[in-house]
């Protein structure tokens, strides 16, 4: 049964930075995405950076390209997002999310088949 299970949210300064960590167990091959997704309040859940596990593939929303960088540690299997320079439209909760496939979407959350429980990111003064 794959699990994803999200930290590092919190309260930071715009400006600032936080690193997510999402921990992946139950995936049966090595050819799958983890993706970071984000939704705030009244608004759609965005893709907003992907690894693909097995073939070093990553991706970013167009709006944190150059701020946001996603990493891994197959060793502990966490997948990470590195957050600098948040801005206070970065508020929102965050989720992994998990695709078996490989060939999910940042573009389609639907893509994805697996889901943590979120945790939150607020940039505030």
């Known amino acids: 049964q794959v699990q994803l299970v999200e930290s590092g949210g919190g309260l930071v300064q715009p400006g600032g930075s936080l690193r997510l960590s999402c921990v992946a167990s139950?995936?049966?091959?090595?050819?799958?995405?983890i993706g970071w997704f984000r939704q705030a309040p009244g608004k759609e859940r965005e893709g907003v950076s992907y690894?693909?596990?097995?073939?070093?593939?990553?991706d970013y929303k167009v709006s944190v390209e150059g701020r946001f960088t996603i990493s891994r540690d197959n060793v502990k299997n966490t997948v990470y997002l590195q957050m600098n320079s948040l801005k206070p439209e970065d508020t929102a909760v965050y989720y992994c999310?998990?695709?078996?496939?490989?060939?999910?979407?940042?573009?389609?959350?639907?893509?994805?088949?697996?889901w943590g429980q979120g945790t939150q990111v607020t940039v505030s003064s």
């Open positions: 139950g995936f049966t091959s090595d050819n799958y995405n």
């Open positions: 999310a998990g695709d078996p496939t490989g060939r999910g979407r940042l573009a389609s959350p639907s893509t994805y088949s697996y």
């Open positions: 690894i693909s596990v097995g073939r070093w593939i990553k």
